[in-house]
């Protein structure tokens, strides 16, 4: 299984971002996807997740301004990203629970490789 993200790149303080991540590899159900992003030298965070039932969350640093959705059909996750600033500088990685097995539950959890966003001031 494999995790590609896109859509990172360097935008202004106040701007816009889209980012995407597509799933492959021998998928039988994709649980949770979502994103988290680490800055140099500081541990990974969550920025936002959602369910196989669309069920959201966000950390308090985002709510209101990323959006979080998913494609199940084309196994992708999107995150949209407004009103940003400096501080969401950081790499961004997708992350996504999957069931490989039929008729089990078990889940395998993967990383994207990482997009960079850069937020100017």
């Known amino acids: 299984v494999q995790l590609q993200a896109s859509g990172g790149g360097l935008v202004q303080a106040g701007g816009s971002l889209t980012l995407s991540c597509a799933a492959s590899g021998s998928i039988v159900r994709i649980n949770g996807m979502g994103w988290y992003r680490q800055v140099r030298g500081k541990q990974r965070e969550l920025v936002a997740t959602?369910?196989?039932?669309?069920?959201?969350n966000y950390e308090d640093h985002v709510k209101g301004r990323f959006i979080i959705s998913r494609d199940i059909a084309q196994k992708m996750v999107y995150l949209q990203m407004s009103s940003l600033k400096p501080e969401d500088t950081a790499v961004y990685y997708c992350?996504?629970?999957?069931?490989?097995?039929?008729?089990?539950?078990?889940?395998?959890?993967?990383w994207g490789q990482g997009t960079l966003v850069t937020v100017s001031s």
């Open positions: 992350n996504a629970r999957v069931v490989r097995q039929w008729g089990r539950s078990y889940e395998y959890e993967y």
């Open positions: 959602i369910t196989s039932s669309g069920v959201t």
